[in-house]
DNA sequence: CATATGTCCTGAGAGC
DNA sequence: TGCTCTCAGGACATAT
């Protein structure tokens, strides 16, 4: 499922193309709903092949190629999308490929082929316009979680009478953290995942922020997580390796890696959430 | 307006 | 063994 530091990793993965040009954009034999892709390929084809590929950047949760024209490509891997620059994990689930021709060091030029594989068929790929950039993605994320401040995210999230859990997935908030990693991130910070935002102390933002800061850094350094089905690859197609230090995502009943209490599993907003209950106590003293 | 729920999708795993 | 059922959760559409 990748979330900011997977998508972290995928972007640092392809970033060898910047510089490259699109000489050939296909959609491979896969059926794909129609709104996977948009616009159609033909135009997409039309408006990059013979662009060269000026920035490669990730907005919350999207890879972003960026053109000389200022169109950008938006990549959305949502649950199973992957961005690669390696084989895929098989061909029935491609979705899209751009082959770029980079220029080498000694003046030649070396083709690479980029993939959007999605086994899900849930991400999305769509090339838009600056203006329609800007409406449908920079005006609707909130800051990034790796540049937000704690003041930020307090003013952001302080009146709200959601669960801080369900309030760190809401992108127009923060943008980046997704459902594997808000657990992680309120164990750190030693809050209890239901906890209303509005019952949360002045206090407790300045370590949530360092919480969320903290937890994203470490989990890129490590190149992401790899769950067990074993979908979310890095550019290059190997593992991810943050899911060996995950506190208390998906062990329910086992113990915490901080206390020995049994890990506990509930259920917010029809998605798993997994906390301490010794580490992450109701009360919002602390 | 803020918040809650339903929807899309496929493959793994459980249970009979 | 082989079938059916449930579940996983990103973002968005629709309902409350």
Same mark, same amino acid.
Request: glycine share 6%.
């Given at each position: ?67 000389? !024209? ?54 999305? @790929? ?40 369900? @309030? ?6 923060? @943008? ?25 102390? @002045? ?68 998605? !798993? ?14």
């Amino acid at each position: 499922m990748p979330e900011l530091p997977e998508v972290e990793t995928m972007c640092r993965g392809i970033r060898s193309l910047v510089g490259g040009t699109v000489v050939a954009v296909a959609k491979p034999r896969c059926a794909c709903r129609p709104i996977s892709i948009r616009p159609a390929l033909p135009r997409i084809a039309r408006r990059i092949e013979g662009q060269t590929i000026a920035a490669i950047e990730r907005l919350g949760k999207r890879v972003i190629l960026r053109f000389a !024209s200022d169109d950008r490509l938006v990549i959305e891997p949502r649950m199973t999308g992957l961005v690669l620059l390696a084989e895929p994990p098989d061909q029935d689930h491609l979705r899209l490929s751009l082959t770029v021709e980079c220029p080498t060091k000694n003046g030649r030029v070396q083709p690479k082929e980029m993939l959007f594989w999605d086994r899900r068929g849930l991400g999305t @790929a769509r090339l838009v316009s600056p203006a329609e950039f800007a409406r449908d993605y920079g005006e609707r994320l909130g800051p990034d979680a790796l540049q937000i401040t704690a003041d930020e995210l307090q003013e952001r999230l302080h009146w709200s009478r959601r669960a801080i859990k369900v @309030a760190l997935l809401d992108q127009a908030a923060v @943008a980046g953290i997704g459902n594997l990693y808000a657990s992680e991130i309120l164990h750190l910070a030693g809050i209890h995942p239901a906890m209303r935002c509005d019952r949360l102390r @002045a206090a407790n933002w300045p370590p949530l922020q360092a919480a969320i800061r903290a937890i994203l850094t470490k989990a890129i350094r490590y190149e992401g997580s790899t769950l067990a089905d074993g979908t979310y690859r890095n550019a290059l197609n190997q593992d991810g390796g943050y899911q060996n230090h995950h506190r208390v995502y998906d062990r329910a009943d086992e113990p915490c890696k901080r206390c020995r209490t049994a890990v506990v599993r509930i259920v917010q907003a029809q998605r !798993s959430t997994f906390f301490c209950p010794e580490c992450q106590p109701r009360s919002a003293k602390r």
